[in-house]
């Protein structure tokens, strides 16, 4: 009963977190830039308006893709909040990721294409870095379980320096912020026009932005889980990391997709892979 | 209160989409302007995108001739309904200076249909800005006689 609540409320938090999450990114990210910015709710609106937008779908198969993106990205929130498997958790959000990019796929925009193409890069670059991350604080934590994370006693941030700069890659790539921001080209970085988003409009695009907030929500509970000692301290430790992504954001230019895969990456992965061997070791 | 909160949404989050049909770069760069952080249109949720499918206005400028009204009624269909178009300086609402010249069939309304239409050569940014309000007070129109 008590697993069945927690993953009620991760069904239902995790959207608005991450929604609030965005509302956060474009005030501060404003002020950053000398503007007052839009409300701290803007995106919600966003989100309800194009909920009552009437368009047709780029292809049929779009809609079907859209829908199970959300439903992956919200089982995998559902799945953390209520203390499972992290590797299930995982394999879910990865397949979530997955649907967004085959519905791009699917349209006939060259510009999605190519937003889909480079999401595909993004995966292949931060899914291993993410895996090896969990597979970390598995080891440390001494259970696959969320729930054996939140149990052990003292921050695990000590027992995995290695681990956190992968892991702020795989939150500004997860993030679409720069020097990542290949594929969907958000904010004012418009050389895609909305890379892999560009074909999805009205309705699908309410849903695969409350799947993103969802997939936001559980990449920063996962930063957060490296200093789970309280939900206070959780909930600080998250929104540490997301301050630090949006820092990043406004002070860094981007990079191509060919330094994410073949310089950035790797040694985000060996970083991780070196801490996993220490904590054998150790 | 779920139908009142979809309909309040479509009035904080107008999606603009900017086409420069033949202007001579004034009126574009006075929309432009209400971009930045001195008139900041952020503030009322307009973000300027690149994507008709995407976008709730359509912000066009200069005077239309053969060639791009075909890419203008393009871009207007691609829009989700409901849709709003602003029709920004002279040559927007009327042709301009360039009205009689061989070339120019006229203003944006010759093409597609116009709600708000801003004069000035180039118009300025408040007016722009008070469009988009003048736009929307339309819209809530159009969405309450729906209901």
New interface residues.
């Given amino acids: 009963m008590k697993t069945l609540a927690l993953a009620l409320a991760g069904l239902v938090l995790a959207p608005l977190f991450g929604g609030l999450a965005a509302g956060l990114d474009r005030v501060l990210t404003a002020r950053l830039q000398s503007r007052l910015g839009p409300p701290l709710l803007q995106p919600f609106h966003d989100a309800a308006k194009l909920w009552s937008k009437v368009i047709s779908p780029a292809s049929p198969w779009q809609g079907l893709f859209v829908r199970w993106a959300l439903t992956a990205a919200l089982a995998s929130a559902a799945l953390f909040a209520s203390g499972a498997d992290l590797l299930l958790c995982f394999f879910v959000q990865a397949a979530g990721a997955s649907f967004v990019a085959l519905g791009a796929f699917c349209g006939s925009s060259p510009y999605g294409r190519l937003g889909a193409q480079r999401e595909l890069f993004q995966m292949l670059a931060y899914e291993p870095v993410l895996l090896v991350a969990l597979l970390c604080l598995a080891k440390a934590a001494g259970g696959f379980e969320a729930s054996a994370v939140l149990a052990v006693n003292g921050p695990l941030l000590f027992k995995l320096p290695l681990v956190a700069p992968g892991l702020i890659f795989v939150v500004l790539v997860k993030l679409r912020k720069s020097p990542f921001d290949l594929a969907a080209s958000q904010h004012m970085h418009q050389e895609l026009v909305r890379g892999v988003y560009t074909d999805y409009a009205g309705r699908d695009l309410a849903l695969i932005k409350i799947a993103h907030w969802a997939d936001v929500a559980v990449v920063l509970w996962i930063c957060a889980l490296f200093w789970a000692t309280g939900p206070v301290q959780m909930l600080l430790a998250g929104l540490v990391t997301l301050l630090l992504a949006l820092l990043i954001d406004n002070i860094s230019a981007r990079l191509t997709w060919r330094v994410m895969l073949k310089v950035v990456a790797p040694a985000a992965l060996a970083l991780a892979s070196a801490n996993l061997f220490w904590l054998y070791l150790g | 209160m779920f139908g009142a909160?979809?309909?309040?949404?479509?009035l904080?989050?107008p999606?603009l989409l900017h086409f420069d049909c033949g202007s001579c770069n004034g009126c574009d760069i006075e929309t432009l302007a209400c971009l930045t952080?001195v008139y900041?249109v952020?503030?009322?949720?307009i973000i300027n995108?690149?994507?008709p499918?995407?976008a709730?206005l359509l912000v066009v400028t200069g005077t239309v001739n053969p060639r791009n009204a075909v890419v203008l009624k393009n871009l207007f269909d691609q829009?989700?309904?409901?849709r709003l178009v602003i029709a920004i300086g002279a040559c927007g609402c009327s042709g301009g200076v360039f009205r009689e010249a061989p070339n120019v069939l006229g203003g944006v309304d010759k093409v597609i249909p116009v709600d708000v239409y801003v004069p000035g050569c180039p118009a300025r940014p408040e007016a722009i800005m008070d469009a988009v309000v003048a736009g929307l007070a339309k819209l809530k129109g159009i969405l309450e006689a729906d209901q």
């Fill in positions: 909160f979809l309909k309040k949404s479509q904080r989050s999606w952080p900041d952020e503030r009322f949720g995108v690149g994507n499918r995407h709730d829009m989700p309904t409901p």
